[in-house]
């Protein structure tokens, strides 16, 4: 908390000691106050009390977007933007994406440890066991256009879930919540795959219990005539390592979302369909999607230079460039390209990649994405692999949803449990008119 102190006159006082606090002065009043720094971050609710008068409301803090501003304690996943450090729990990317798979990630994010064989068993028999989805889904899956975007019909049947699990809102239950999150694991490939095969219009493929958890999705996204589909072991690795990479990273904006609507104490799979909305759009998830629409349209290496003038002209954007947190190489994109070579040897090499790589060099070496801090991010490269893979380009941010399920529902594990949170409910600067008298319409000009 922090306190009043009189205004400094000047006057030499006792040697001032290295302490945890702010010494504010309003040079409205001449007051000086003591803000506490905790954690690198003074609290907002400590500048209230700074008025003119008694009548003053008080200082607030002005922050559009959050660029500097922390809305919780959180202690799942770890960023360092400056040295490209990304950690689930303190494990580093690169070692889950080597040595773990997405369910043992998923477990992680939201138990907060690394499973034993036995806890990672039942976690997996417990997911497996709920893959399926009441049949009424596909009755309003159906309703969707043929040619309805994916990530649209998902939110839709994400929110939906809510209405078949109508005790879904005793969050205060932590069995409630532990099957609740088990649920929407288990169930958003299958949500997803049941989108994908409408948009081909194509039967629904049911889950294979047989199979692991990027198979099985595989197997329902793919599977035709044969009796038992059998995912290509590389490709099933490709997607598991996929999946660990985009299965969280803090406060991104679809978290953000699925923290603010969480707040309100509503149901998860209501809350999680906020973050599948926040992820469609194209400066976020749908970034995948904008990228190789963008490699499709520079088509040919000769038309780089032209396009790079473009987004210096502000004309162009380079998407899957650049990050509000990392003003390094997101460790993502590197892994990412790894996996890519290992699609490639299945699928053929993606003759985007050249346009991708020639495109990244350029960029790396040109000063104004060097200025602007502007590297490669985790969407640059992952939808060449996608697109490898025989998806849809509107499958990209399908495809990011499916494991980021597992980072929104550990976030919103913590919010809902964490006494010092309640609903969120920003303060705004009005800018608008005040205190204008109606006016009939017919004296309206
Ligand atoms: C994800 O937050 C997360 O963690 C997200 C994510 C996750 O895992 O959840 O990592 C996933 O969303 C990755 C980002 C995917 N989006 C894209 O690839 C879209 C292209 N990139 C951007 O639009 C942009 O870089 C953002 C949205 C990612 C970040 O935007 P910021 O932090 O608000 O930065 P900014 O827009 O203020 O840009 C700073 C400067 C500006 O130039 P000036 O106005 O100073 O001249 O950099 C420029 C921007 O114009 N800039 C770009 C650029 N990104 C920023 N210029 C060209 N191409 C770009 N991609």
């Known amino acids: 908390m922090s306190e009043e102190t009189q205004a400094g006159d000047g006057q030499a006082g006792s040697v001032a000691t290295a302490k945890d606090t702010l010494s504010v002065t309003d040079n409205r009043t001449g007051k000086t106050y003591e803000v506490d720094i905790t954690d690198g971050t003074v609290r907002a609710m400590d500048f209230r009390q700074m008025k003119v008068d008694e009548d003053d409301f008080g200082l607030m803090t002005y922050d559009p977007a959050f660029t500097n501003t922390a809305s919780t304690r959180s202690a799942i996943t770890y960023i360092d933007g400056d040295k490209g450090i990304l950690e689930y729990r303190g494990y580093p990317i690169e070692q889950l994406a080597e040595q773990s798979t997405y369910l ?21 028999h417990d997911i497996t066991i709920h ?10 899956m159906g309703g969707f256009r043929h040619d309805a975007h994916p990530m649209g019909m998902l939110l ?16 205060k239950d932590p069995e409630n919540r532990a099957i609740q999150t088990i649920r929407l694991i288990a169930k958003m490939p299958t949500l997803a795959a049941f989108a994908y095969r409408h948009t081909m219009g194509m039967p629904y493929v049911y889950p294979d219990n047989d199979l692991e958890y990027p198979g099985n999705f595989l197997n329902m996204m793919y599977k035709m005539t044969e009796l038992k589909y059998e995912p290509d ?7 598991d390592i996929l999946f660990i990479l985009h299965a969280d990273h803090e406060q991104n904006c679809s978290t953000n979302a699925v923290r603010s609507v969480g707040s309100s104490q509503v149901d998860p799979y209501s809350a999680v369909a906020a973050g599948v909305a926040a992820l469609y759009g194209p400066l976020h998830g749908g970034a995948n999607e904008a990228v190789l629409r963008m490699l499709r349209r520079i ?31 997101d460790p993502r994109a590197k892994i990412i ?14 003759p985007l990649l050249e346009i991708a790589l020639e495109l990244e060099k350029i960029a790396l070496e040109d000063d104004y994405f060097v200025s602007r801090k502007l590297y490669p991010n985790v969407d640059f490269y992952s939808g060449l692999i996608y697109e490898a893979l025989g998806l849809p380009v509107a499958m ?11 980072g929104w529902v550990a976030q919103w594990l913590e919010l809902v449990t964490d006494s010092e949170q309640k609903i969120a409910r920003p303060r705004q600067i009005y800018t608008g008119d005040r205190t204008r008298d109606y006016v009939a319409i017919g004296s309206r000009s």
Do not use: C
């Open 299 to 329: 088509e040919v290496k000769d038309r780089i230079p032209g396009f790079i003038e473009g987004v210096k002209s502000g004309d162009e954007r380079l998407m899957g460039f650049g990050h509000r947190v990392y003003k390094n190489y």
């Open 337 to 350: 390209k790894q996996a890519a070579d290992d699609v490639f040897e299945v699928t053929g090499v993606n």
């Open 131 to 140: 893959t399926f989805v009441h049949e009424n889904v596909k009755e309003f």
């Open 104 to 124: 043992e990630v998923a477990y992680l994010l939201v138990h907060g440890e690394l499973p034993t064989q036995a806890q990672l068993d039942q976690w997996a």
């Open 233 to 239: 072991p590389r490709l099933e690795r490709a997607l």
């Open 396 to 406: 990209f941010p399908v495809m990011f949803a499916i494991p980021r399920t597992s």
């Open 156 to 171: 839709g049947s994400v929110g939906a879930l809510s209405t078949f699990y109508p005790d879904a809102n005793e969050i």
